[in-house]
């Protein structure tokens, strides 16, 4: 019998987001970057000395390093090893640091940058994608969608979603942007409005369409597809706050 004390409605907790290893590691070579620490044209040392220092596997080292090459932030070059990006890059980070710490204004209008971005990814991504590429952006939109049927967040299978149409776009200049700016937003949206399978199964509905628009080769159809889904979910963010 329960006390009138009892706690019974479980919608007042929130599922917890357990930060992986290659997580964390991204976390400290961003500050590290960031603080100038490590600048640019600096070498990291070895896979198997990372892994030795920061006391994890080689995977999750490996799975860091490649995540920080496609945002931009690091370089891969023959013969030399991983590098620190260019210096364009850090003043970038930096700068969209500046504007996530910001107010609500500002991260609004960050919104906005974000769709004229991924809405042009998309379009590009039709245009010039082939089939195995095509393969590759159906292997994101299939991960994100297990994870949604399990009842999970899939906050990071949602970031790979786009990254991967901006990675396809082959505009190394909209995938760098696009891979700073994106993951963010979706970490402040997310913490903005609850979680909610109705809410995911949307947003998987969006993804889809978004999907088909690419597998078709239909530029503008894709394009309308993430223009409504990148509206969609600026609505949901604003409805959540009032």
Known sequence: MSSQGDVTDLDLFQEIEVEKPADLIIKQIRQLISSGRLKPGMRLPSERVLAERFGVGRGHIREALKKLEFYGILKTQPQKGTIVASLGVKALEGLISNILATDTTDFESLMEIRALLEVYAARLAAQRSDQSEIDEILSAFEEF?????????????????????????????????????????????????????????????????????????????????????????????????H
């Open 145 to 241: 969608r297990k994870k949604v049927e399990l009842g999970h967040s899939a906050l990071e299978e949602d970031h790979l979603f786009h990254l991967k149409i901006a990675e396809e776009s082959k505009n190394p200049v909209l995938r760098s942007l696009i891979g700073l700016i994106t993951p963010d937003i979706i970490t402040m949206s997310r913490e903005r409005q609850k979680t909610g399978e109705e809410r995911l199964q949307t947003t998987l509905k969006e993804h889809e369409k978004i999907l088909e628009g690419i597998r078709s080769r239909d530029p503008e159809q894709a394009a309308a597809a993430m223009s409504e889904h990148m509206e969609m979910a600026h609505n949901r963010r604003r409805d959540h706050q």
